[in-house]
Nanobody
Framework: QVQLVESGGGLVQAGGSLRLSCAAS????????MGWFRQAPGKEREFVAG????????YYADSVKGRFTISRDNAKNTVVLQMNSLKPEDTAVYYC?????????????????WGQGTQVTVSS
């Protein structure tokens, strides 16, 4: 079992930055891929970024490439999503997720564990 807790959401103006953190507890070891997803009102949950727990590779959705950076701190069992140059269309509830894999999947169905989500609102 893996428990995930997100933090760091909030309200920011367009062009600003936010830093989301995901604290993992339980059996979060090097075999896990960690992902960030988001869900806007009336839309399906979509992949944002993923990282192997070892940190050896990352993958981003085209919509956030060049603006968002995913990283991990193994000592703190934490995965961070640094979001820069935020746009109003980035407004959503952001979720941290984990799956026991060496491949960074982009489908929600691949992920077994989910956090409770944190709201990110970008005003224009």
């Amino acid at each position: 079992q893996v428990q995930l807790v997100e933090s760091g959401g909030g309200l920011v103006q367009a062009g600003g930055s936010l830093r989301l953190s995901c604290a993992a507890s339980g059996r979060a070891d090097s075999m896990y891929v960690m992902g960030w997803f988001r869900q806007a009102p009336g839309k399906e949950r979509e992949f944002v970024a993923g990282i192997r727990w070892s940190g050896s590779s990352t993958y981003y959705a085209d919509s956030v490439k060049g603006r968002f950076t995913i990283s991990r701190d193994n000592a703190k069992n934490t995965v961070v999503l640094q979001m820069n140059s935020l746009k109003p269309e980035d407004t959503a509830v952001y979720y941290c997720a984990a799956c026991r894999s060496t491949i960074i999947f982009t489908s929600t169905r691949a992920y077994d564990y989910w956090g409770q989500g944190t709201q990110v609102t970008v005003s224009s």
